[in-house]
Every structure is written in structure tokens, then in C-alpha cells.
């Protein structure tokens, strides 16, 4: 179970330099974080570290994570 602060800290940590991708991870905060294991949370804190031009490359297929928990995270982000 996550608490409104950490949610807040993660919806802060989702905006973004480029709008797609503040409408990307926003949206995917939303609709999925909550249902995510503690795992899967620590991965999304890890990739809102990235680089936005990286981010944005994940998110659109351009290149690939070499991460495999990154890998999965951003697949089902881009779902």
C-alpha cells in the first residue's frame, strides 16, 4: 500500500522537461502505480532518473533498457 506523500513525490518526479512524456508517466501514475509491486515502484523511481531525451527514446521504442526490470516497467507503460 503507498501513502499520499509518496505518491506525490512520484507525481512530482513524473514532470517532465517534454510534454509527452508528462502526459506518458502522469497518465501511467494514475491508472497503474498503485497496482504496482514495491519492485516495480523501485524501477519507476529508477527510470524517472533518466534522462528525458532517453526516456522519451524508451517510450518510443527507439532503443531498449538494458535493464530487464526497466525493460518490463517501460513496456507496460507504453500499453
Known sequence: MIDDRERERVRWRCRRGLLELDLLLKQFLERHYAGLTDRERA????????PD?????YCNGVS????????????????
Open 43 to 50: 524501477a519507476f523511481v529508477r527510470l524517472l532518473d533518466l
Open 64 to 79: 531498449r533498457p538494458e535493464d530487464s526490470e526497466l525493460q518490463a516497467l517501460v513496456g507496460k507503460i507504453i500499453q
Open 53 to 57: 531525451p532517453e526516456l522519451l527514446d
